[in-house]
T-cell receptor
Framework: GIQVEQSPPDLILQEGANSTLRCNFSDSVNNLQWFHQNPWGQLINLFYIPSGTKQNGRLSATTVATERYSLLYISSSQTTDSGVYFCAVVNQAGTALIFGKGTTLSVSS | NAGVTQTPKFQVLKTGQSMTLQCAQDMNHEYMSWYRQDPGMGLRLIHYSVGAGITDQGEVPNGYNVSRSTTEDFPLRLLSAAPSQTSVYFC??????????FGEGSRLTVL
């Protein structure tokens, strides 16, 4: 089945720094989402981005479907950005999201 | 604007007990699913449904049953809980192949 790999596994930043999180996937996809799991465990939808570039405030994402990767950019990081960031893609049958293992981000003031 | 609602948020069971995790969505989504999340791992699919009366197994279905009698509801049943089922459970829904939305999660501990 399709494999999803995220890097780096862990990231420690000072407040105000920028970061790039990467998601590689092993096959072509029609659906890719980025989620933020906050310290309370809630999964927050960040982007639904099967291809192209989207921006939402300090966050932006780019998916290059032909090269099988997606990038999540966080600019001017804040302590509230801490948590785990997951990338997920739809499997070949279109019946499930396959998740990567996440990038754990810690932002300190 | 409730979205996806899960109950209960927390539950402690003894080995062998049964229980049902409830999930309801008010967005008229055809697709609903249950995931479990274990420490250090991403989310893994337990069961899913593409519409009322239709369910199918995901990656880790053993020990769980589901039904989909209405579009809105998708309960997850544990018939005989085991310590290996200690986890955080998430229900999710979407328009078919569209953006997936998650509930807030249910934390289950089996002693």
């Amino acid at each position: 089945g399709i494999q999803v790999e995220q890097s780096p596994p862990d990231l420690i930043l000072q407040e105000g720094a920028n970061s790039t999180l990467r998601c590689n996937f092993s096959d072509s996809v029609n659906n890719l989402q980025w989620f933020h799991q906050n310290p309370w465990g809630q999964l927050i939808n960040l982007f639904y981005i099967p291809s192209g570039t989207k921006q939402n405030g300090r966050l932006s994402a780019t998916t290059v479907a032909t090269e099988r990767y997606s990038l999540l950019y966080i600019s001017s990081s804040q302590t509230t950005d801490s948590g785990v960031y997951f990338c997920a893609v739809v499997n070949q049958a279109g019946t499930a999201l396959i998740f990567g293992k996440g990038t754990t981000l810690s932002v300190s003031s | 604007n409730a979205g996806v609602t899960q109950t209960p948020k927390f539950q402690v069971l003894k080995t062998g007990q049964s229980m049902t995790l409830q999930c309801a969505q008010d967005m008229n989504h055809e697709y609903m699913s249950w995931y479990r999340q274990d420490p250090g791992m991403g989310l893994r699919l337990i069961h899913y449904s593409v519409g009322a009366g239709i369910t199918d197994q995901g990656e880790v279905p053993n020990g769980y049953n589901v039904s989909r009698s209405t579009t809105e509801d998708f309960p997850l049943r544990l018939l005989s809980a085991a310590p290996s089922q200690t986890s955080v459970y998430f229900c999710a829904s979407s328009l078919y192949t569209g953006e997936l939305f998650f509930g807030e999660g249910s934390r289950l501990t089996v002693l």
